[in-house]
């Protein structure tokens, strides 16, 4: 049998989906829909809220605003071809096609990633260095901070996507997966990967672990300073404003460690499935929800963002 070569621009891949069952597609079709909306609508709402209230522009909220932003094209990078996919039958996508979904998934995942960090930071000066937060957090510091996570994440998935784009796909060009991510794309190709799976736990460890390690620093130093406070209610106070911020924490980074940080050996189609819809497409729908709900200033300023919608 003759071997076919998928590594030109005229082929393809075809992505096997969350269930190949025909019967699940119009149904997974309906509740995806409905999550990518409410996502869509949650992120949309908070940006809005945040630049319509003067109260909200502050370092905290300018942060969350463009992780809002980054969780829509975070999400909307996957979750319209995945519902594109549950309605047809070839499922397939471009050799080109593949390649720009694994560059911006990873840009906006990796920007996300760093978001994160530079919000733990801004809790840090917060709560450690109240005196200071003005002159530390000033918009031009936090303009920068948003800049070069951008640019690192961007620069990131530049370096993947090159060193994938010069692999051979032999055989199957099946993706056992719902989006063209780096380690079901790898298992197909019959090239020497060692290189990428190099790049992969040295240099993705670097950009994925290094905002991590600054959360988990700044939160230590957090828990420090905290326990410091004579009273109980100045404890739970200063807890009050980061528990959001830790839920969402948890919720990316959990699933993120769990699919990445694993040898290819490894790799488990069912679990990663499981484990990648978490922080794609559950995640930033929940995002909107966590940093609101407990919050009485984002509630007042949804509640005036509604009035003025209304009126």
Not at 25 to 35: E, G, T, V
Not at 71 to 86: A, E, Q, R
Not at 261 to 276: H, N
Request: net charge positive.
């Amino acid at each position: 049998m003759e071997i076919m070569n998928y590594s030109s621009s005229t082929s393809g891949f075809i992505l096997l989906g969350i269930s190949s069952n025909p019967h699940l597609q119009k149904p997974l079709f309906a509740i995806f829909l409905n999550m990518y909306l409410v996502t869509l609508v949650g992120n949309v709402l908070i940006i809005l809220a945040i630049h319509s209230d003067s109260r909200l522009h502050t370092p905290m909220y300018f942060f969350l605003s463009n992780l809002s932003f980054m969780d829509i094209c975070f999400t909307t990078v996957v979750v319209p071809k995945m519902l594109v996919n549950f309605l047809s039958e070839t499922k397939s996508i471009s050799y080109v096609g593949c390649l720009i979904q694994m560059y911006f998934f990873m840009a906006f995942g990796n920007t996300d990633s760093y978001l994160l960090a530079s919000m733990a930071i801004d809790r840090l000066v917060a709560i450690c260095s109240p005196l200071h937060y003005d002159v530390v957090m000033n918009p031009q510091r936090c303009l920068l901070m948003l800049l070069v996570s951008c640019t690192i994440s961007h620069l990131h998935s530049m370096l993947h996507v090159l060193l994938i784009s010069r692999l051979s796909f032999c055989a199957s060009h099946v993706i056992k997966h719902f989006f063209c991510d780096t380690q079901p794309v790898l298992k197909l190709s019959c090239s020497d990967t060692s290189s990428n799976q190099i790049l992969l736990m040295t240099e993705t460890l670097a950009v994925i672990v290094s905002p991590f390690l600054c959360i988990l620093f700044s939160y230590l130093r957090i828990i420090i300073t905290v326990l410091r406070i004579p009273s109980a209610v100045g404890k739970w106070k200063a807890f009050s404003t980061c528990g959001s911020h830790l839920t969402v924490v948890v919720l990316f980074y959990g699933s993120v460690i769990y699919v990445y940080f694993r040898p290819l050996s490894v790799y488990s189609v069912v679990k990663d499935r499981v484990a990648t819809l978490m922080y794609t497409v559950v995640t930033p729908m929940l995002n909107p929800f966590i940093y609101s709900l407990r919050n009485k200033t984002m509630k007042t300023s949804l509640r005036k963002l509604r009035l003025k919608i209304h009126s």
